[in-house]
């Protein structure tokens, strides 16, 4: 069961989507600015703090057999850049022993050979700090080994550093979200104002008005100017053909409606009683022949709505025409008719609509019946490629003559006069053929009448 999309703007759908992708976008970058004031904080604080442990590294000297400490003030002053951060330091000697600052510093881990220097963060008196841990070997005659120095610096200053960054970032990234929303606000407005102009023109355009919407510059609106104008072309030539039909279909039926009538006249104010059983029997072949155009009619018009709706489906032909001959012979059998039917090989499904393609086939065959001679002979006759069927019916009528075959095609024209034909036959049949991507032909029969032949394109039925 199909469902109806429930309506939506266009508009706020594309505004929509573009705010999300470049929320998305803003989320990305958020993630690396936030990653980059992180480490540029980190980095501008980190020379800092490896300065000003060099600077008290410097000031450590050897005094008789200790090492002795003349502390650099102007090493912390460089660290003062906030004023609620705080220092923390401790200097040990070549033993281990404290020399100066606090006994239980966060220690990473003792440095050996080359590595004689170590950030990292650490959680030290109820305080977030980075520490920077710096070793120095001594080699004095009287004292040799490694002395430490360890800093650390609570995170207030590069904190605040990292703040600034990141809040300047994003006053930059959401001040140039806030601007790509309006250009993209204005750019679909401007890219939708043709659909805008269209609908205004549809509005105020006559469905009946022959002359087509203007035509556009705009490459991707032209296709669609282009799709409304041959719509509008196919709807007034439908338009058209159906008013020619409805009209010519009115002649007839008026038509055999006034010869019934008439015969009806006649034989009411007849006094002969003799000449009623010809009145009567003219006033039942206009039954016949108004009950026949009836009923070409409404084949005609299931078969034309069939083939508007593209109704299609996989059809075996030889089991069609097997039915319809079984039925036709039935039908007939009081009569002195040799039907036959040949298929030399297996037919291949075709994709189409079988009910139509039956409608064709029996008219084919009732024309056959009714315009060939008492003693006929009809041969069906299925003949298939790779890349086309034919179905042909042969009988040994009278046949039509060439130049009246495209006549005999067309809507209400019967070829003879004598007979209760409606004439919409053998068009049934072309606009069967037609709807089927094929064709319907009219040509000599080899048995001396006249050979009908629908030729089908497998594969394209109904296209």
């Given amino acids: 069961m199909s469902m109806i999309e429930k309506s939506y703007s266009l508009r706020l759908r594309m505004l929509t989507r573009s705010a999300f992708l470049l929320l998305s976008i803003f989320l990305i970058l958020s993630i690396g600015v936030w990653h980059y004031a992180r480490e ?17 590294m410097e000031g450590l000297h050897v005094y008789g057999k200790k090492v002795d400490l003349d502390l650099p003030y102007a090493a912390f002053e460089m660290m003062q850049l906030a004023a609620q951060d705080k220092v923390f330091y401790q200097v040990l000697g070549t033993q281990g022993e404290l020399i100066t600052g606090y006994v239980d510093m966060p220690l990473f881990e003792k440095l050996k050979g080359e590595s004689h220097l170590k950030f990292y963060n650490a959680h030290y008196l109820s305080e977030d700090v980075r520490v920077v841990v710096r070793h120095k070997r001594l080699s004095e005659p009287a004292v040799s080994g ?23 970032s994003f006053a930059v990234l959401l001040g140039i979200m806030v601007f790509v929303m309006i250009v993209l606000w204005v750019a679909i407005n401007r890219a939708l104002e043709p659909l805008s102009s269209i609908s205004k023109t549809l509005v105020s355009h006559s469905v ?16 669609l100017v282009k799709a409304i104008n041959d719509y509008q072309a196919q709807l007034l030539s439908n338009l058209a053909s159906m008013k020619r039909f409805i009209a010519d279909a009115s002649h007839q039926i008026r038509t055999a409606q006034s010869s019934t009538q008439a015969q009806l006249d006649i034989a009411s104010q007849s006094k002969n009683v003799d000449e009623l059983p010809e009145y009567l029997s003219k006033i039942r072949e206009e039954h016949v022949r108004l009950t026949r155009l009836t009923n070409q009619l409404l084949t ?22 097997k039915q319809l001959l079984t039925e036709c012979v039935r039908d007939n059998a009081h009569r002195m008719i040799d039907f036959s039917y040949q298929c030399e090989q297996a037919l291949p499904l075709v994709m189409g609509d079988p009910i139509s393609l039956r409608e064709a086939v029996r008219n084919l065959l009732e024309n056959a019946v009714y315009y060939g001679p008492e003693q006929n002979q009809i041969e069906i006759f299925l003949q298939s490629n790779s ?21 005999a095609k067309a809507r209400f024209q019967r070829l003879a006069n004598d007979l209760n034909g409606s004439g919409l036959g ?20 080899p048995l001396g009448g006249l050979r009908t032949r629908i030729h089908l394109t497998i594969g394209s039925a109904l296209c």
């Fill in 300 to 321: 005609h018009a299931m078969v034309v709505h069939r083939g508007d709706t593209k109704i299609i489906e996989e059809m075996n032909v030889e089991v069609i025409m």
């Fill in 426 to 445: 053998l068009s049934i049949v072309a606009s069967v053929a037609e709807a089927h991507g094929g064709a319907f032909f009219l040509e000599d029969s």
């Fill in 146 to 168: 490694w002395v430490t120095v360890v800093l650390a610096h609570t995170l207030i200053a590069r904190q605040q550093m990292m703040n600034d960054i990141l809040y300047r």
């Fill in 387 to 407: 890349r086309s069927l034919d179905i042909i019916i042969d009988d040994a009528g009278p046949g039509i003559p060439n130049e009246l075959r495209d006549k």
């Fill in 40 to 56: 540029a904080s980190n980095y501008s604080y980190d020379r800092l703090l490896n300065s000003a442990s060099l600077s008290i």
């Fill in 208 to 223: 009946l008005s022959a002359e087509p919407i203007q035509s556009t510059p705009i490459q991707e609106v032209f296709p």
